[in-house]
């Protein structure tokens, strides 16, 4: 049985507004994120012994060549590029070194720059599956990939573009009370049905719109974080797998199937214990995937749950209350972070005009690098006020 996280906590997060493009580097957009980090913790930048960061765009730096440009000599580093599974994976990893004793205080970062060719550049080498799959057929990037899975995902368990939507409408609404997100307009069912085909059954509003923008968080002992009188939540469980299910022919369930039982146990809950879900969203068919094999409803049984609630930060079922993705921007790697710093200010009261009322638990969930044909990263936690 692994070690619990008993006495692990997460502090101060923070956000680099995004904007759609940026001709400044990725170094930059992190660095605002550990000022911006060093500015609330009011620590100084040698009390910050450890370090991950996750990026798709700092390269050819890595972690190591990014202290060098913030002045930072940690005694604890290291460097997560998963995308969307990053930030799970980051916290999991600094919580374990605040409980060894190789950090006191670790800084969890992810951010990227979009350069007008940003995108475009990273797609050529995101995978040697992509690049050898996808590109010969004239096709590349995620969309192509999502409209195969969400394709399949409809004719298996009966989807409509109406269940998606009502997810895209609600996330609107939760934007719409989060001062970084960068649609700023409400969204209508009727838009979202109407809105211009991008890789079919895939419309606009399907898809994340690709941004600059960093996140950021402390990963501490919670004594440490009662010495500095930071709020902080608590890290009650955690899991997180890679390759699940690659026998799969079509991707319909991630690795959060196979550990969520241990999730729940290490947190002593269960999902209907659960005041709020922050799910990775980069596509609307990868949050029902999440729903359904973290236990909140059957496997296809997404659709109906779906239907029978209400998704806004003060429905019965909260679900990415910053807006997530689709509204707030996918600022690179940083979207794998977007949900963990949203969680946060959800359970230590900080979620301005969006607060979920007696918010006590929250799940996070990661998914991340897909290849063509699948996601291989996932992972989730549940935090406590």
């Known amino acids: 049985m692994r070690q619990s996280y008993k006495g692990v906590v997460l502090a101060a997060p923070v956000t680099v507004p995004y904007v759609r493009y940026s001709i400044r580097s990725a170094h930059w957009w992190l660095a605002r994120a550990f000022s911006s980090l060093l500015e609330t913790s009011k620590l100084k930048k040698e009390q910050i012994d450890g370090l991950t960061v996750s990026s798709f765009t700092l390269a ?5 060549g990014f202290t060098q440009h913030i002045g930072l000599s940690p005694r604890w580093l290291d460097h997560v590029p998963l995308g969307g599974a990053s930030g799970v994976v980051a916290l999991r990893r600094a ?4 409980q060894a004793g190789d950090a006191e205080a670790v800084a969890c970062l992810a951010g990227d720059t979009n350069h007008v060719d940003s995108f ?5 080498n995101f995978s040697q599956f992509a690049r050898d799959a996808v590109y010969p057929y004239g096709a590349g990037g995620p969309n192509a990939s999502f409209a195969f899975l969400t394709a399949h995902y409809m004719r298996t368990f009966g989807a409509t573009r109406e269940d998606f939507g009502k997810l895209c409408v609600a996330q609107r609404a939760n934007a719409l009370r989060y001062p970084h997100a960068l649609f700023r307009k409400e969204l209508t069912i009727e838009e979202y049905l109407k ?5 079919d059954p895939l419309h606009l509003f399907d898809c994340v719109m690709p941004c600059a923008g960093a996140e950021g968080f402390l990963v501490l002992s919670e004594e440490k974080a009662k010495s500095l009188k930071l709020p902080y939540a608590r890290l009650l469980g955690a899991i997180e797998r890679h390759n699940a299910f690659s026998s799969d022919p079509v991707q319909l369930r991630a690795g959060w199937a196979l550990d969520r039982d241990e999730l729940y146990y290490q947190a002593a809950c269960s999902p209907r214990d659960i005041d709020f879900v922050q799910a990775y969203d980069d596509y609307p068919v990868i949050t029902l995937m999440q729903l359904e094999d973290l236990g909140f409803c059957g496997k296809g049984e997404g659709p109906a749950f779906v239907r029978e609630r209400s998704f806004t930060w003060d429905g019965d079922f909260p679900l990415n209350t910053s ?4 509204s707030a921007g996918q ?28 918010a006590k638990l929250g799940l996070v969930s990661g998914f991340g690098m897909i290849n063509y044909d699948r996601g291989l990263g996932s992972g989730a936690v549940i935090l406590g006020s």
Request: no cysteine; hydrophobic share 45%; glycine share 16%.
């Open 60 to 64: 050819p730096d890595t972690a190591i």
């Open 120 to 124: 475009r550049l990273t797609l050529a």
């Open 195 to 199: 809105a211009r085909p991008i890789a």
């Open 95 to 98: 919580a374990r070194a605040v």
């Open 323 to 326: 807006g997530g993705q689709l």
């Open 331 to 358: 600022a690179g790697a940083a979207g794998g972070f977007l949900g963990m710093v949203e969680a946060i200010r959800q359970l230590t009261g900080e979620a301005t005009g969006r607060q979920v009322p007696d």
